[in-house]
């Protein structure tokens, strides 16, 4: 192979992995969990193909923190998701729920609601 085209195929596969296939997160619409537990619930994608900004992670993460009285979010590891606006497999960033105070709630998070019960 020429050594020009080795070095762009690495730089491709460098940017591929960076949204790793094999790390699969799977939205949960029931969220069953003890105080002190967390559990990853779904995945915040960008654009179509791409991984949220740093800000929109952010801004997200606030927005749905201010509706949770049981827990808090914070975002986790790259990924995939499935996305039914994007007709398939995109990059996606884990949300993680941490569970902080008993109670039950179901919260809007990135159109899709989730039920939080916490023990």
Do not use: W
Not at 43 to 64: D, F, N, V, Y
């Amino acid at each position: 192979m020429p050594a020009c085209l080795a070095g762009a195929l690495a730089v491709s596969i460098g940017a591929i992995a960076y949204a790793d296939a094999s790390n699969r997160i799977a939205f949960k619409d029931r969220v069953r969990l003890n105080v002190g537990q967390a559990m990853i619930v779904h995945g915040h994608r960008g654009e179509c193909g791409q991984l949220p900004t740093q800000a929109r992670m952010k801004r997200s993460a606030e927005r749905i923190n201010a509706a949770l009285t049981t827990g808090r979010v914070q975002h986790g590891k790259p990924g995939v998701r499935r996305s039914g606006a994007c007709n398939g497999d995109t990059p996606a960033v884990e949300l993680i729920f941490v569970a902080t105070s008993p109670g039950r709630e179901r919260v809007e998070v990135f159109g899709d609601e989730i039920l939080f019960i916490v023990r």
